[in-house]
């Protein structure tokens, strides 16, 4: 079964626009509205899952951004949880 993409209508970025989940520059600022979409969307655990098992260099997933994801793997690894 396929996890990803989460089923229609549990997501609630599909109808975002996609530069607030890809902005050229990764701050606190342009990734605002992409996090606080992703707080609130029910497909979030899962979400952040996969793209961290993909592996997703870009954009906001699950609630964090590229550099969040980054540090979170660092972290993961040092406590050696994978
Ligand atoms: S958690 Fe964020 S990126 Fe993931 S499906 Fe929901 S709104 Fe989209």
Do not use: I, N
């Amino acid at each position: 079964m396929e996890l990803f993409p989460p089923p229609a209508g549990r997501h609630l970025c599909v109808q975002a626009d996609p530069d607030d989940f890809f902005p050229e520059r990764v701050t606190a600022a342009s990734t605002a509205y992409a996090k606080a979409l992703c707080v609130r969307c029910p497909s979030q655990p899962e979400c952040l899952q996969q793209a961290l098992a993909r592996r997703e260099e870009y954009g906001v997933w699950g609630g964090l951004d590229e550099k969040e994801r980054r540090s979170l793997r660092r972290k993961t690894r040092a406590a050696g949880t994978t």
